[in-house]
Structures are given as structure tokens and as C-alpha cells.
């Protein structure tokens, strides 16, 4: 049995639907009973939460594998290890854990985070794979959409840093094939995009599939911090953010390399095809309408 956590969450989901095409044996794991009542076909459903320990022990119950996904949150290093441990007291065999690009290189923020969890997970003595992504293409929808749609345009302090954007679904795919371990055992995979782009390229790449002008406006990071604080985002969140725009800034996230196209053994979903296909979401409501 392979059990899927952050079942409702993004990539969690992608995972949770992919083991179903490829596994016989699939528990997804939820936190509430609306959102499991969501499950798709295919996979059995179990309410648990990282927080609660005897929940993780029923969820764990009979299980080989587990992937291991967590909200960006400040207590993501407790809420993890929680899972690590009751991984090894219940006698899992593999663990694949999402962790975050830059955790091998970079101590702030959520890399940060994620490298405790890391080191944690090698220290139990499980069998692991960790996989460390890049950005998401779904971020791209997920933070510059709104303002896109409203204003024409999107806003951040990054300069002319490049990040190589990959798919939730490709990362589904290693994180799949890694359940079984074997050849992945004991592996870091740090995964790209096939093309880093700076923001100025992305704004022209979502202008040319939504046939309308989309500008990127740099801004300072003290504009930045202030809007979004202005939006009600938690200060720990934008201090994050911040911190992680400062590791692409660095280069942190500039990589491309061959390795996701051999772990997935197919080409990469790329950021022209993702756009290509939600370029609606780039458009404001009345050409949507």
C-alpha cells in the first residue's frame, strides 16, 4: 500500500492521481471529511493530520511507501518530522519527500525549513528519496493571474533573475516511480525546467498567447513587503517570499539539466505549453466573458 499525503493540496493531488494510473494499491490522505469525500476513484481515503500522531499511526497502517508533501508554513520542520517518525514507528519501508530547491545550498527560508526536515529523515535510518523542484508553472496562475487579469500586469523585486518553471505533474511522475525506491533510494533529485526565463520573457510569452499586453514592473523590496502586507498576507509569509526571491537573485534557480526528462523518460511539460493552455486565466473578465 502506498499512501499519498496533501491529498487536496497541488502537487499532492498530481501525485495522489498518478500513483492511482499506475499503482493497485493507493490510500490518499486527507485532513478534513469535505475534502476526502472529494477523492477521486481509485484510491482509498484516510482522515489524518500531521499534527495528531495517533491519526498517523491509523493512516500508516499496512503501508509500504509514503510520500510526504507539506504547506509552505512555519511549521512545516514539527508538522514533517511528525510524519518522519511515525513513518519509522509503523514500519514503512520508503519515504519520498518534497522538499524545495535551494534546501542543499541555501538556510533561509522555506529551503531552510525543508533541509531540517531532510536531515531529520536521513537520520532515522528509512529508506528516502527527496525530491527538491524548482518553481511551479502553476505559481505562475497562482500569484501573477489576479493582477494580470485586473491591471495588465504583474509585480515583484526580482530583477532579471531566471527561474526554470516545471510542471506539478512531471513532479508527480518521479515522485511515483520513487515510491518503489530501488535505483532511487538514497537519492536527492534536484529538479528543473527545461528553460530558465527571467520575468520580462514571461510577461512576453503570456502576452503572445493571450494576444494582449502583459507587462512585468520591478519593484523595490520594500514596495513589495508593503503590498503585500496590504493584501493580509501574513508577515512571516512575505518575509519568506522576499528571502526566496533573494536565493533566484543569487542564480539559485536559474539551473537547467537533463535530469527530469530522463527520471519521467519523456520531454518536460514546457512553459509555452502551459501557458498555451490557461492562457484564460491571464484574461481580463470581460474578454473571458
Sequence with gaps: ??????????????????????????????????EATKAPSGCEAVL??????QSLRKALDGVNSVYVVCSPIPQLVELESNMVDACKESGVKHVVLNSAMGAGDYPKSFPGWHRKVEDKLKGTGLSYTILRPNGFLQNIVAYNAPSIRAQGAFYAAMGDAKVSYLDAGDIAVVAVKSLHAGAHAG?????NGPEAISNQELAKRISKVTA????????????????MLGLGMPEWQVTALLELQQYYKQGGGA???????????????????????????????????
Design 1 to 34: 500500500m502506498i499512501l499519498i499525503t496533501g491529498s487536496s493540496g497541488s502537487v499532492g493531488k498530481a501525485v495522489l492521481q498518478e500513483a492511482i494510473r499506475k499503482e493497485s494499491k493507493v490510500r490518499g490522505m486527507y485532513r478534513s471529511r469535505e
Design 48 to 53: 489524518a493530520d500531521y499534527a495528531d500522531k
Design 187 to 191: 537519492k536527492t533529485y534536484e529538479l
Design 212 to 227: 494582449r499586453t502583459v507587462n512585468y514592473v520591478d519593484i523595490p523590496e520594500s514596495a513589495q513587503r508593503e503590498s
Design 255 to 289: 539551473r537547467t539539466d537533463g535530469l527530469l526528462q530522463s527520471l519521467i523518460q519523456r520531454a518536460p511539460v514546457t512553459l509555452d505549453q502551459y501557458l498555451t493552455a490557461n492562457a484564460r486565466e491571464f484574461r481580463d473578465q470581460a474578454a473571458s466573458a
